[in-house]
């Protein structure tokens, strides 16, 4: 499924958040939205999953207005995983991985075999599925991200949408959980704040500042140190991975003058 934010600004209370934003991110491809603090990506992202409506502009699903797709139906093909999605609620985790089907369910209708299999792979491949009668409330900040991970897949969306899902992970589940994005086959719009593990991830990266959308293409032509200094305010030592050539930003902690 294609997405593509046209023009898209975003005024709350007098402060522009977005301004002007044009991305697109095409069927199965991988999109890190990249920038400093406060420069739009979440704010970007919710008009995707529709938490925010753009005040000007629009936000299309394969060339269709999001507006004018019911929000059951967008809730089916868009699964998000956000800063907000936290549950307070002392449920199970398997039992809040089986609340990732409830956009599918008609009327009372319980969850079915498949859907139940569907739950458990989902908790295999992040790693959770120990945990599945574990109180979610009882996990420590990295488990119960895996367990919104799993949520989200088992709501078989077409668009995956991810507010900087490596907060609170270990090293080895960022990996896995950005290699599973490489090639879980949706299309996916991530927001990072770690640009060596979105140039590893992303198939193109779109790097915003000031609400707007300063630059997009592969993570090669994007992280250049012009741009990156200009956009973070360091400068960073930028070389080649030496099996992937995705490139990899190295900093120099005694450098007072790398960073601004
Ligand atoms: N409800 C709001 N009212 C006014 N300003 C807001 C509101 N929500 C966000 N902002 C501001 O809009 C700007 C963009 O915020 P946004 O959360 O989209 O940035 P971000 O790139 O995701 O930042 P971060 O990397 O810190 O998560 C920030 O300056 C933020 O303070």
Redesign the pocket.
Known sequence: MDVTWQDVSVR??G????ERLNLSASSGEVVG?V????????????CLYRALHPTTGTVLLDGTELNSIPLAESARSVAALT?ESRTELDFTVAEVVALGRFPHLRGNRSLSGAEWELCRESMRRTDVEHLARRSVLSLSGGERQRVLIARALVQEPQVLVL??PTNHLDVRHQVELLSFLRGCGLTVLV?L?DLNLAAAACDRLAV?SG?SVVRTGKPVEVLEPELVREVFGVTPSIVPHPRTGAPQLLYDLTDREGME
């Open positions: 709350i209370a402060a522009t958040l977005v939205l920038g400093p603090n406060g420069s739009g990506k979440s704010t970007a992202l919710r800063q507010d900087e927001a704040h915003l609400g």
